[in-house]
């Protein structure tokens, strides 16, 4: 079955540290990659999105992610994590331009100041 | 304001009731789609519309119904028949009708069934 995998489900880390969230996928072929965030009392929204070219992918707020295609990965990173990054993050998947978006389970991220 | 309205952000039913969420949006998005959030299990699926007077039903259905006879609206009936129903409940939209390009999200209703 198709998948999406985030392989950590509540992560707990002091200011200033550095952050990797994982993110592994199940499909074959070419796929477009998501990361969604959801803030405390906020609604949903993209951090960052690959569809195709350079496999590294930065986004708001500092966040970068990289797809390697031959892990079937999309890990999130941030060098330097803040307060403000508390949130739910969720990784997602979608196969081609006529399939739905795949959800991963998400991981809560817990910055402590 | 452009955005996606959801209401109520709270929501309380009786066991055996029917109650409808209302999704509201003016980004003149072509699509929309209906997600159940719970604990620990992502975001999923349950219906979703690419244009006026057509939907489709995703992963988890049953229990659940939609209309879609305004672009603008995609509201979600909740009935009887579905098992556990409490749960949060987002509405998203995209600008074209293929969900592959990013998604805007509403901020959410959150039901429970007393």
């Known amino acids: 079955a198709q998948s999406v995998s985030q392989h950590n489900h509540h992560v707990i880390l002091s200011e200033a540290a550095s952050l990797e969230l994982g993110c592994n996928y199940s499909?074959?072929?070419?796929?477009?990659l998501f990361w969604y965030v959801q803030y405390p009392g906020q609604h949903l929204q993209l951090l960052l999105k690959?569809?195709?070219?350079?496999?590294l992918v930065k986004g708001i707020k500092g966040f970068e992610a990289e797809f390697i295609k031959s892990k079937f990965s999309f890990n999130l990173r941030k060098p330097s994590v803040q307060w403000s990054d508390t949130a739910e993050y969720f990784c997602?998947?979608?196969?081609?331009?006529?399939?739905?978006?795949?959800f991963g389970k998400g991981t809560r991220l817990h910055i402590l100041p | 304001d452009g955005g996606i309205t959801q209401s109520p952000k709270y929501l309380f039913r009786k066991e055996g009731q029917n109650v409808t969420l209302s999704c509201e949006q003016n980004?003149?998005?072509?699509?929309m789609y209906w997600y159940r959030q719970d604990p620990g299990q992502g975001l999923r699926l349950i219906y979703y519309?690419?244009?006026?007077?057509?939907?489709q039903k995703g992963d988890i259905a049953e229990g659940y119904s939609v209309s879609r006879e305004k672009k603008e609206s995609f509201p979600l009936t909740v009935t009887s028949a579905q098992k556990n129903p409490t749960a949060f409940y987002l509405c998203?939209?995209?600008?074209?009708?293929?969900?592959?390009?990013?998604?805007?999200f509403g901020q959410g209703t959150r039901l429970t069934v007393v």
């Open positions: 997602a998947v979608s196969r081609n331009r006529d399939d739905k978006i795949i």
């Open positions: 519309s690419q244009i006026v007077n057509d939907f």
């Open positions: 690959y569809f195709s070219g350079d496999p």
């Open positions: 980004l003149n998005h072509d699509a």
């Open positions: 499909y074959g072929g070419t796929v477009n």
């Open positions: 998203a939209t995209t600008l074209g009708q293929i969900m592959n390009t990013e998604a805007f």
